[in-house]
DNA sequence: CATTGTGAACTCATTCACAGCG
DNA sequence: CGCTGTGAATGAGTTCACAATG
């Protein structure tokens, strides 16, 4: 194993790629894959993908390849998806009503707990998936007694800091944040952001800009 | 202005942040504001923002800062954002219903003028948006009629590779895919990902190793 | 002997440090 | 004098190339 250097933020994202590559692969009734098969279905580099897991360890075989199932269940450990986590989410809109009923989201251990909204005509609704709407003001000491570990915000933007806010007061010490804002979090706290507009914008700058050359 | 080397497509995320601090700026009534204020928003190292802002051309008046409404629109034009963008969406589920309904895209000047689903039961349906759901089956023609620019990807990932076929075959060259697969399409069209497990993935990784440090 | 694992080379991105200028 | 603009220095991440090996 490669002496345990900084890992980049990119192997883990990629990580996270090459995992549900080989769920794919193992329903395909795949045994063993190459780097190169591997690195072509994630659209990367064959050395990369070996770099990437060589942070980690050697789970390959010389001269083979990687046995499927055994290199999910690496993967999984090393992002530590073998076991479930605990979310609860503010902003009960369009967007939070969609992630509450993903089924993506409870079928790989991602488990909400709890929902809150400001709005009086959402608080006390019964969700699809049974969960009670609660008044946001409850937040703060709900997911302190639920012991959530991660906070997803789909509220409006104009109020995403105040609830990131509350969800640290409660201890949370990471936060999912979709609002097309910056949220400003002591150290301590994680924050990823998950931003539609950005994309959008990455795609009109090519757009414009690949004709130009 | 610098000599037009290869920018960075970290650098063109960052314009799309840098837009989104300028128009609250400018909505708190500021009128200038520095690369350290800015950077401050934004999260980034203010000597970021200069060299960001460098590429394009010299935006700033020295010892001042930058005027806030000048440098929105000069970033305007250099993300081509300041005009409007035709898209259509494949899969009305509960995330593309949503994304149909959020207000930020139209006000930004993209503009949902098809929407998408193989299930009968939505095939007809009329949209809050006055939008009426087609069948699949139509995209192809409808797309190029209707000069979509931006395709966006909705459904199960298992179809989502059908899909950015279909949208391939009606000239479109840009895919925003919110499905958690990888899709593969030939060199002339861009695709954007926005996946949230991957998000999650890392928000568990770091939860993980940063105690172990 | 095909494919992994990895140091070294390379490419790309960020930050520094200060000259240039309003 | 203060803040921008930018070359040069540093740092991070990717790819190469090949030795190691099941």
Redesign the pocket.
Known sequence: ???SK?I????IKRLSLYYRQLELLEFDGYRMV???KLAWLCQ?????V??D??YFG?????????DVRDLQREIKTILAVNRSWRMAIAGVGNLGSALLQHQNFPARGFHFVAAFDVDRDKIGMTLPSGLRVRDIRELRQVAEDLEVEIGVITTPPSVAQEVADLFLASHISALLNFSPTQIHVPDCCLVENIDFTIKLDILTYKLKHELDE
């Open positions: 194993m490669e002496k900084k980049p933020k990119a192997t190459s780097s190169e990367v580099n064959p050395a990369q070996r770099k897991l060589g050697e789970f390959g075989i010389r001269g083979v390849g990687y």
